[in-house]
């Protein structure tokens, strides 16, 4: 099946600074891949869509200046946490669909962040 | 937002017994999917479900999807304890670009 790895798989930061995180699909090209964040012991929420080539398409309420997209590849999306703060811990998904399939998503192994 | 609901949310069962987990929602989908996520990793697709009344099986789990395509269950027969994890629907409506994901079901099976 088809491969999406994130990086880092954890990372821990201070209050004030900047964290990236990674997403490529390793062995298709995807025109679109999607960000989520999940609570402990809850579902998948979507954060954004990310398009190679053009604007990123946030959710109702996520902050575009919080959450920056750089979508320049069909096989990689950067997911920047800017000035993260405490609450900003979670644990981050990408997934992608690749541009010729069945539209199934794959998803990345997620990445554990956690602001001090 | 589409809203899929998922039932039950929590379920904790003996090694062995049967289970069924329902996801629901008022939305029509063209295909549904089902994943199992385990703690620290990202879901995994168990099965995709397309026409209204298909029924699939992946050795011990059934995936039915509902005849009007607005719900789908999940049923686990005899289950074990490497079937704990949360289980997740998700729908994909005709036209949106993304899936719409259920609220979740976290199983734990006690050997």
């Known amino acids: 099946g088809a491969v999406v790895s994130q990086h880092p798989s954890r990372v821990i930061c201070k209050s004030g600074t900047s964290v990236k995180i990674e997403c490529r699909s390793l062995?298709?090209?995807?025109?679109?891949m999607f960000w989520y964040r999940q609570f402990p012991k809850q579902s998948l929420m979507l954060m954004v869509t990310?398009?190679?080539?053009?604007?990123?398409?946030?959710e109702q309420g996520v902050e575009k200046d919080k959450f920056l997209i750089n979508h320049a590849s069909l096989t990689l999306s950067t997911l920047t946490v800017t000035s993260a703060h405490p609450e900003d811990s979670s644990f981050y998904i990408c997934?992608?669909?690749?541009?010729?399939?069945?539209?199934?998503?794959?998803f990345g192994e997620g990445s554990r962040l956690t602001v001090l | 937002t589409q809203l899929l609901e998922q039932s039950p949310q929590f379920l904790s069962i003996q090694e062995g017994e049967n289970l069924t987990v329902y996801c629901n929602s008022s939305?029509?989908?063209?295909?549904l999917q089902w994943y199992r996520q385990e703690p620290g990793e990202g879901p995994v697709l168990l099965v995709t479900?397309?026409?209204?009344?298909e029924v699939k099986k992946l050795k011990r789990l059934t995936f039915q999807f509902g005849d009007a395509r607005k719900d789908s269950s999940l049923h686990i027969t005899a289950a074990q304890p490497g079937d704990t994890g949360l289980y997740l629907c998700?729908?994909?409506?005709?036209?949106?670009?993304?899936?719409?994901f259920g609220t979740g079901t976290r199983l734990t099976v006690i050997p």
């Open positions: 997934s992608a669909r690749p541009s010729r399939g069945t539209g199934e998503l794959f």
């Open positions: 062995d298709f090209q995807a025109t679109t």
């Open positions: 990310s398009n190679e080539g053009s604007k990123a398409t946030y």
């Open positions: 939305s029509v989908f063209s295909s």
């Open positions: 479900v397309v026409t209204g009344g």
């Open positions: 998700a729908g994909d409506e005709t036209g949106a670009n993304n899936l719409f």
